[in-house]
């Protein structure tokens, strides 16, 4: 009788230790330190639910409301807006802020009024930017109406990032195609059911306190009048984030994908868990993303238990994914190019970048630090996925991310080899060549089974 009770207490042992290890939520004490974040890592979710999409709500983007078009207008851009904009001092403040052209700014209407956070307009005479150090040792900046002497009432103002080109387009450096290559890359993982900041094509930014370069010249603050003249940038992205709240120990919400690989070889993560890694990696091999560092990474917490009193969040569905995604369709840099970069948004060197490195073996070409083979469950769950991405909806996304202005060099051949219309046969191309990484998708033989 001891021993059935023993055998029992140890299978009940095992069960709760079980569950224990495959939680899907997680503890964020305020002040999180970095060890405390591995546990959201560890119960973290790569894929959503695929969401069924209309060619109108495709062009505009996930922040369109076919409910009400008019009420969010303001929260999507296409390329044919000039948005304007107050700058907003962010990155300067950064450690590590990489190297695209980009800066932030508070949203405006061409008349000087500003959007709030859901669009209503505020109206202000003057203003003032405050910037502040926090405890976890980030800056930030935050808008006050000038008269406002205390600084005692901010004042809550839409903004997103803007990346431009440098030189201005057609002669921009290609290292900045971040531009186009982002809008693409956001909308496919979005047609997909991966989470993806909502990145959109812009025709220009005008930004009032801007220099001609804000990026370069590490722009801090912001004392501008709002009747001062802006500096334009021409054919621009602008991009928010997702509306979730970064997980952040001492400031960092990044994740590292050896911390996943870990997760996924040593039984860490649930079996569930494991084919969203593969279902993710298929799917950013469609883009060719190869750079596996945490720098371009985020973790957000997509849904919160309700706030106990005397106890951290608790976070019930974390998530886990790429978010800088620019460096796509191109290829890693050579091994000897020591000073050169990435080539993004370059057909020449997009072509040749196969999904699979072997097809009959089911080997990823950029396996992101994980396993070469990708599991068959991960395989048949993208087989599903990918058939929203026909060919129409293929070209209409390169056709709103402006693939056929992106690769100057492509039009320029398309154009002395004969092309009638260069730049819808660049759109060819790109469509074309994504609808066969797709097919390898499908036809790839002998992932694993587990």
């Not at 009432?153 to 903004?159: A, G, L, N």
């Not at 030189?167 to 890359?185: G, I, K, L, M, Q």
């Not at 003249?229 to 990044?254: C, H, L, M, Q, Y």
């Not at 060099?409 to 797709?438: C, H, M, Y």
């Amino acid at each position: 009788m001891r021993f059935r009770f023993l055998i029992l207490a140890f299978l009940i042992l095992i069960s709760v230790s079980g569950a224990a290890a495959q939680t899907s939520s997680c503890q964020v004490p305020d002040q999180m330190k970095k060890e405390q974040k591995l546990p959201c890592v560890r119960a973290g979710s790569f894929m959503l639910d695929q969401p069924s999409l209309t060619p109108t709500q495709l062009a505009n983007g996930p922040d369109f409301d076919a409910a009400d078009p008019e009420k969010s207008r303001f929260a999507y851009f296409t390329a044919a807006d000039n948005i304007f904009c107050y700058f907003r001092p962010h990155y300067a403040f950064m450690s590590v802020k990489g190297d695209s052209l980009k800066f932030q700014c508070w949203h405006m209407t061409a008349d000087g009024q500003y959007y709030s956070p859901t669009g209503e307009l505020i109206r202000l005479e003057t203003v003032k930017v405050v910037t502040k150090k926090h405890k976890d040792g980030e800056t930030s900046a935050s808008l006050y109406a000038g008269n406002d002497t205390n600084n005692e009432h901010e004042i809550k103002v839409d903004h997103f990032k803007v990346k431009y080109l440098k030189p201005p387009y057609p002669e921009h450096n290609t290292r900045f195609n971040e531009v186009f290559t982002e809008v693409a890359a956001s909308r496919i993982m979005w047609v997909l059911g991966f989470p993806a900041d909502h990145v959109y094509p812009v025709g220009s930014a005008a930004c009032i306190g801007c220099t001609a370069d804000p990026f370069t010249s590490n722009l801090k603050d912001n004392k501008a009048s709002l009747k001062e003249a802006p500096n334009v940038f021409k054919v621009v992205s602008a991009e928010r984030e997702t509306p979730w709240e970064e997980i952040k120990a001492d400031g960092d919400e990044t994740w590292s994908w050896s911390d996943a690989t870990r997760f996924y070889a040593d039984g860490e993560w649930t079996h569930q868990q494991r084919v969203e890694y593969d279902a993710y990696r298929l799917a950013l091999g469609l883009l060719h993303y190869h750079n596996a560092i945490a720098q371009q990474n985020r973790i957000a917490c997509a849904q919160w238990a309700p706030d106990a009193a005397g106890q951290s969040r608790t976070c019930q569905k974390p998530m886990i994914f790429a978010q800088d995604l620019g460096s796509t369709f191109g290829k890693a840099k050579g091994a000897l190019d020591l000073f050169g970069t990435n080539p993004r948004g370059s057909f020449s060197a997009w072509e040749s970048q196969t999904v699979f490195a072997n097809l009959q073996a089911c080997e990823l070409r950029a396996t992101l630090d994980g396993d070469k083979q990708v599991l068959k469950e991960a395989q048949d769950l993208m087989i599903q996925r990918v058939a929203h991405l026909d060919p129409k909806t293929v070209r209409a996304i390169f056709t709103v991310a402006r693939f056929q202005m992106m690769d100057q060099k492509q039009v320029l051949r398309l154009r002395d080899g004969g092309s009638q219309n260069p730049e819808e046969a660049a759109l060819d191309e790109w469509t074309n060549t994504f609808l066969k990484r797709i097919e390898e998708i499908k036809s790839a033989q002998n992932c694993k089974a587990k």
